[in-house]
């Protein structure tokens, strides 16, 4: 067997938003892992979880991350995420 050299990380490969009429709206990410080999390929070796939250503290302040990278490019709220995703949807919807 030879040793193969890389990295491995771990990503949300599915997203879920739940927004129901008389609910607390959530937001659900399944995870995986994922290797990056030397010679440029990469491959999902593994389920990692989901992870779900809830969007009760609207305040709560996060870092916006470049997905390149990891850099932070900036900070929003969850109430400001939950207006992009809404206005994401209605300029979908209105194609």
């Given at each position: 067997m030879t040793p193969i050299n890389g990295s491995k990380w771990k990503r949300a490969n599915a997203?879920?938003?739940q927004n129901a009429l008389n609910g607390v709206p959530s937001i659900s990410f399944?995870?995986?892992i994922v290797?990056?080999?030397d010679d440029g390929t990469?491959?999902?070796i593994a389920s990692a979880g989901i992870i779900t939250e809830q969007f009760i503290n609207t305040?709560?302040?996060f870092n916006l991350l470049n997905p390149l990278d990891g850099t932070i490019i900036g900070v929003t709220t969850y109430q400001d995420a939950y207006v992009m995703l809404a206005s994401l949807y209605a300029h979908?919807?209105?194609k």
């Amino acid at each position: 067997m030879t040793p193969i050299n890389g990295s491995k990380w771990k990503r949300a490969n599915a997203i879920s938003i739940q927004n129901a009429l008389n609910g607390v709206p959530s937001i659900s990410f399944n995870q995986e892992i994922v290797a990056s080999f030397d010679d440029g390929t990469s491959a999902s070796i593994a389920s990692a979880g989901i992870i779900t939250e809830q969007f009760i503290n609207t305040g709560e302040a996060f870092n916006l991350l470049n997905p390149l990278d990891g850099t932070i490019i900036g900070v929003t709220t969850y109430q400001d995420a939950y207006v992009m995703l809404a206005s994401l949807y209605a300029h979908i919807a209105a194609k």
